[in-house]
């Protein structure tokens, strides 16, 4: 099998799995938000991000020096190396929640006096505790199956684990409904996933077949490259969680809710670049160990080319209907978060770019330049966050994540160009970018003059708009026809 059509056979898997795991994660806070007051919905969220915040910190980021070195174990034929890799991680993951675990139940108290301002914020981070520890150990799971590029498995458990919190959270609100029944259904979610999915792992890496020897060099090897990728999600974390962290302490539990429907539904729409990256990591790996640059060069300009025409026309789609949207699935005591929606959507555009772009740093082996330029867009997060905040509120706290995004990802894009021929679809991008300027016309033009229901008269104008852009892709020469029969040759190729 080609490289091509491997990545394009995984990133198929990946993407129409996601595609279904994200639906069922967006209804999870449409769950929520419909069974939790606005303020309740806003305390929930606020505990999550400094639980997650903090958990950027375990482990050191060997996990994803799993991905990156599994790979290279298999080409070389270390499979002893494999099992131990993973257990050094394992140890390492679980001391650090204790640590931090310790300090979190230690100063629950104060959080809840001083920060969330709310005497409930106190018992949820001590179940937050719990969910820290059984979430993190499920991703060590992910990360072997990324790792041996087992697409099916490592989408299957996200779909899995939505679908049991789905169900879960819907049966916990049947009894009651507040943050305690949310963060048990939580917990419960995680620990059937876990012991799922744990017999696999267990087989993939020889946990019966090969001998426990955990070298001092060894692990030394995963903290060198974990530690930089590390300091890289700190960067990353603070871009996506600083808004709802500086939001907490200036503004209102009502706000910090609105907000937290708005990013998950702008966030929505990013699964698609994830899903590439996820594919394209360890095998970006392989063939950088493999010499293989001339690969990554021709390969990388299909995958920008394509990525940015499939996610500018549902941004676009996306910024027409945010009211509708969030009026659908919230509630009308969340439309107030429309402007911050369609600014964090064109954010999305960039975000999704720097996805693709630090990751494929990262499979070459270069995680300190991702790191640096993420902890730069992280510095300005912080910054334009603290400055504006206090007076914009959520409006200023998706500007500065636009602004942020942006950043990273044109600082990315020029940084892989020094280690990477790659032809960057420029052209493109401005003709993909016209294409969708003239879908979003059309669909204003059809909302002033089709008067039906509002979501009849949605569906009518997305899926007019649509046909329109597609037919724009052609015309515009974005792409051609051939190239396309081409791709769908690869991925149904069996």
Not at 56 to 80: A, Q
Not at 119 to 131: H, Q, R, T, Y
Not at 208 to 217: A, D, I
């Amino acid at each position: 099998m080609s490289y091509t059509e491997k990545a394009l056979k995984g990133f198929t898997i990946v993407f129409v799995i996601n595609v279904i795991a994200a639906f069922l994660g967006y209804l999870i806070r449409v769950v929520l938000a419909r069974n939790l007051t606005v303020a309740e919905y806003g305390l929930f969220f606020s505990v999550f991000t400094l639980v997650s915040f903090l958990g950027v910190f375990i482990g050191f980021g060997t996990g994803d020096s799993l991905v990156k070195f599994i790979p290279e174990f298999l080409v070389k034929k270390n499979y002893g190396r494999i099992k131990n890799a993973v257990i050094i991680v394992f140890l390492l993951t679980v001391a650090t929640i204790f640590a931090f675990g310790a300090a979190l139940l230690a100063f629950s108290g104060f959080f809840a006096k001083y920060y969330f301002k709310n005497p409930l914020a106190a018992p949820v981070l001590l179940l937050f505790i719990i969910i820290m520890f059984v979430s993190n150990l499920k991703s060590i799971l992910r990360w072997v199956f990324q790792a041996f590029q087992d697409m099916k498995l490592y989408s299957l458990m996200y779909l899995l684990e939505n679908s049991f919190l789905l169900a879960l959270l819907i049966g916990f609100f049947a009894f009651k409904k507040d943050v305690f029944a949310a963060s048990y259904a939580y917990i419960a979610a995680y620990l059937l996933v876990l012991i799922i999915f744990l017999p696999a792992v267990l087989k993939l890496i020889g946990f019966f077949r090969h001998k426990t020897l955990l070298k001092k060099e060894l692990s030394q090897k995963l903290l060198r490259f974990g530690i930089p990728l590390m300091i890289s999600s700190i960067g990353g974390i603070i871009i996506v969680y600083t808004d709802t962290l500086v939001l907490t302490f200036f503004r209102s539990m009502e706000e910090v809710g609105i907000y937290n429907v708005v990013v998950p539904t702008a966030m929505i729409l990013q699964f698609f670049a994830t899903s590439i990256a996820t594919v394209i990591f360890p095998m970006v790996a392989e063939l950088w160990a493999k010499k293989k640059q001339d690969y990554l060069g021709s390969g990388l300009k299909m995958i920008y080319t394509y990525s940015f025409m499939i996610m500018i026309p549902a941004v676009f789609i996306a910024f027409s209907f945010s009211k509708t949207i969030l009026r659908l699935m919230f509630g009308e005591n969340y439309i107030g978060g429309a402007v911050t929606m369609q600014i964090l959507l064109v954010g999305i555009i960039f975000l999704g770019l720097h996805s693709i772009t630090s990751t494929i740093l990262n499979g070459i082996g270069k995680p300190v330049i991702s790191t640096r330029i993420l902890l730069e867009g992280a510095l300005i997060n912080l910054a334009l966050n603290l400055l504006l905040i206090p007076f914009l509120g959520m409006i200023g706290a998706a500007i500065t994540s636009l602004i942020a995004y942006a950043y990273v990802a044109v600082r990315c894009i020029f940084k892989l160009r020094h280690f990477i021929h790659v032809e960057i679809p420029w052209i493109g991008w401005l003709k993909t970018i016209l294409a969708g300027m003239l879908m979003l016309g059309l669909i204003f033009f059809l909302k002033g003059i089709i008067f039906l229901n509002v979501y009849i008269e949605g569906i009518i104008c997305a899926a007019a708009g649509g046909l329109f852009y597609i037919v724009l892709v052609f015309v515009l020469r974005i792409v051609d026809l051939k190239e396309v029969k081409e791709l769908v040759r690869y991925i149904t190729a069996r």
